[in-house]
């Protein structure tokens, strides 16, 4: 497995030049222009080759519905509303 612009390519059932594994990188973050690719495998079979990829992981916010509001955290809550929160009846 070779690195190429911190992508871990590996080539599988032949030899590819890097000018054309760049190709396929750039082809890929072109189509997925919000996507960090991490790793790219590219199987040769003949004249075709199939691309197998993956994205590094996104990292996401947790967001609850809180006495009304969708919130992902409550440090922004006035005095009135984090009592209100601390008050509701919590279901398990």
Known sequence: ?????????KVKNGYMDEEEIQAYIKYLENKFPNETLKSLTISIDG????LDYVFQPQNFERIRRITGYLVGTLDRFNDAKAAEEKDRVKHA
Do not use: K, L, W
């Open 1 to 9: 497995m070779e690195d190429f612009n911190n992508v871990q390519v």
């Open 47 to 50: 004249d075709e080759v199939d």
